[in-house]
């Protein structure tokens, strides 16, 4: 037992030191930076433990007490467990915790609730949607008839253009989720409408599902009938997804359950990670604590903080604000495509976010007008409302630094060119220099592990 105790750090040192020392880099570069990407966080060393045990020698196709191979009564305990966790989390009668990613757990959904060719709405890419809510490119708008509804001018979700779709295009499945929008979702004003023309109303709440697990966001169980989330969000879990059937989807169809569970096995997936299934059971357990609402209402303030900051430092978001994690930064009034000069000088300052495109990106989804960051790890990690006039001022600086001086040429064939200069000339660049000293000092006060000495 005493190997396994230490199974993070003695074996692989020894046996594959490549690897080690990349996995040691990699504890370097997020030890010494702010990592931003709202979609990103820092799991516990419980989490990660349960990651790493012998359940991933293991196979269990099926579900619990119904499974097609030997040795399953601890592969049955710890998925129990865990779908108990989800129900009691969330107050939903039903859980499946198999799906690998939300990616799968969303055309899981689809599998369920519509045969190819079936109308679907949901909420468009550019304007802050997930590829799996009906892009052109991806399976959901390939095999579907995808009919995608946008938001306003002011960055918030257009009901009365769902209401007018939903109405002509009577879709089979609406879903409300996103993975850019720094507003609460309409759940129950776009519950209602699905309810109208008779659609499922799926909630994909992969951002967000830590602030409602902890009260920090309005809860779609009432509204929705089908729920998806990643578990690796602010739920701050291992990579992996959840479907939750309300009450109200058991009403609406009382095989739906069942359908969700066929078609995740044997529909699309063979055997569950059972490993990532305990490491999920240890992150709901984590989010059933007290400390996790307190966790969540942390997240909020600080993004609203951070907010704040920006805005006091004239750099301009849209919507104005925020009501979740996430902040969007409109680079607009410094011309049009600068995201990624602003995500290539931060990734120098060692401060991580991405580019985005914002409502109405005058550029293309290549080279967005805007950035997107968020608040989940930096939380984690200890930072409160104070540390956010820290954080804010880094990225003011860098952004003003790169955007007054960087804009991307009008003829694309001269971009690439033009990028190569842009980063060789960053390298030297004094401000993100400075900025990035700052950056690995002030992260000394907040460390990623205590007791992980790779
Ligand atoms: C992240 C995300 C997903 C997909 O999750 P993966 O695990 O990356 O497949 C789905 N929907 C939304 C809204 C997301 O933000």
Known sequence: MSNLETFFREPIKKT??????????????????????PSENVVSLAVLNALGSVFTNKYSEGYPKKRYYGG??????????????????????????????????????????????DVIMGHNLPDGGHLTHGWKVNFSGSYYHSVPYH???DGYIDLE???KLAMENKPKLVWCGATAYTREFPFEEIGKIADEVGAYFATDIAHISGLVAGGAHKSPVPYADIITTTTHKTLRGPRGAMIMVTEKGLKKDPELADKIDKAVFPGLQGGPHDH??????????????PEFKEYAHQIVKNSRALAAALMKNG??????????????????????????????????????????????????????????????????????????????????????????????PEDKTQIKDYLKKFRSEIKNNSVIAQVKQEVIEFTKKFPLYTTLDY
Request: charged share 20%.
């Open 276 to 289: 990532q299934t305990a490491a999920i059971a240890v992150t709901l357990g984590e989010a059933l604590k």
């Open 161 to 163: 253009e769902i209401k």
């Open 315 to 408: 750099i301009k978001l849209v919507t104005n604000g925020t009501d979740n994690h996430m902040i969007l930064i409109d680079l607009t009034p410094y011309g049009k495509g600068k995201g990624i000069f602003v995500q290539e000088a931060l990734d120098l300052a060692n401060i991580t976010l991405n580019k985005n495109t914002i409502p109405a990106d005058p550029a293309s989804p290549f080279y967005p007008s805007g950035v997107r960051l968020g608040t989940p790890a930096i939380t984690t990690r200890g930072l409160k409302e104070a540390e956010m006039d820290f954080v804010g001022g880094c990225i003011a600086r860098v952004i003003k630094e790169v955007c007054t001086k960087y804009q991307l």
């Open 16 to 37: 594959d030191p490549e690897v080690s020392a990349i996995v040691k880099n990699e504890i370097k570069r997020m030890s010494e930076g702010l990592e931003l990407i």
């Open 151 to 153: 938001v306003k001018a």
């Open 72 to 117: 399953n009564e601890n592969a049955d305990a710890v998925e129990l467990l865990a779908i108990e966790r989800a129900k009691k989390l969330f107050g939903v009668p039903h859980a499946n915790v198999q799906p690998y990613s939300g990616s799968p757990a969303n055309q899981a959904v689809y599998f369920a609730t519509c045969k190819p060719g």
